[in-house]
């Protein structure tokens, strides 16, 4: 079995910290009225297009972060 390439911790604090700042930014949308902005890269996006995309991008961080966690995880007690 090939020898798989573990992630930094670096790395995944990076995308843990990037999937809360997402997940964050989706429950700030929730409760804004529908007249507020929202922008993505100078995108205007409507109220539902927004929240839907931080709900996404915030949980793949997340689940990614995890993952590579758990990987770490396994590999050094395997080891």
């Known amino acids: 079995m090939a020898e798989q390439k ?3 911790n670096w790395m995944i ?3 843990f910290i990037g999937g809360l700042f997402y997940l ?3 429950v700030d949308s929730l409760f804004k009225p529908e007249d507020s902005e929202f922008e ?3 995108f205007d996006l409507g109220k539902w297009p927004h929240v839907i995309f931080c709900l996404v991008c ?3 961080l997340m689940n990614l972060a995890l993952k590579w966690y758990k ?5 050094k007690s395997s080891s």
């Not at 990987?71 to 590999?75: D, F, T």
Request: proline share 5%.
């Open 71 to 75: 990987e770490k995880r396994n590999a």
């Open 6 to 8: 573990l992630k930094p």
């Open 58 to 60: 915030g949980y793949l």
């Open 13 to 15: 604090m990076l995308m």
């Open 24 to 26: 964050i930014n989706f």
């Open 40 to 42: 993505f890269l100078s």
